[in-house]
Nanobody, 124 residues
Framework: QVQLVESGGGLVQAGGSLRLSCAPSGRTFSTYAMGWFRQAPGKEREFVAA????????SYADSVKGRFTISRDNAKNTLYLQMNSLKPEDTAVYYC?????????????????WGPGTQVTVSS
């Protein structure tokens, strides 16, 4: 059974930084593309960033481009999201997700597995 567990969320002031981590278990991490999504109260889940199986290809939502960086360490079986210059509008529950394929996707329905989410709150 595949399980994804996020960590690293919390409360930070605007302009600050956080690094989220995701540690999948139950499957070969290095074989599949991964992504980060977020969902704010009253809003739909939205794409944040994605990375292909070997880390050589990434994609970002326009709202986070230049501020967030997605990366993966296949040797450590861990996915990361470095978030800098955080804004109050970045406040949301952040979800780690995994595809069944090696290539990037930007819509939630393309992802087969999801973590429970971690709360990120940015105060103004």
């Amino acid at each position: 059974q595949v399980q994804l567990v996020e960590s690293g969320g919390g409360l930070v002031q605007a302009g600050g930084s956080l690094r989220l981590s995701c540690a999948p278990s139950g499957r070969t991490f290095s074989t599949y593309a991964m992504g980060w999504f977020r969902q704010a109260p009253g809003k739909e889940r939205e794409f944040v960033a994605a990375i292909n199986w070997n880390g050589y290809s990434t994609s970002y939502a326009d709202s986070v481009k230049g501020r967030f960086t997605i990366s993966r360490d296949n040797a450590k079986n861990t996915l990361y999201l470095q978030m800098n210059s955080l804004k109050p509008e970045d406040t949301a529950v952040y979800y780690c997700s995994s595809r069944r394929f090696i290539g990037i996707a930007t819509i939630p329905s393309e992802y087969a597995y999801w973590g429970p989410g971690t709360q990120v709150t940015v105060s103004s």
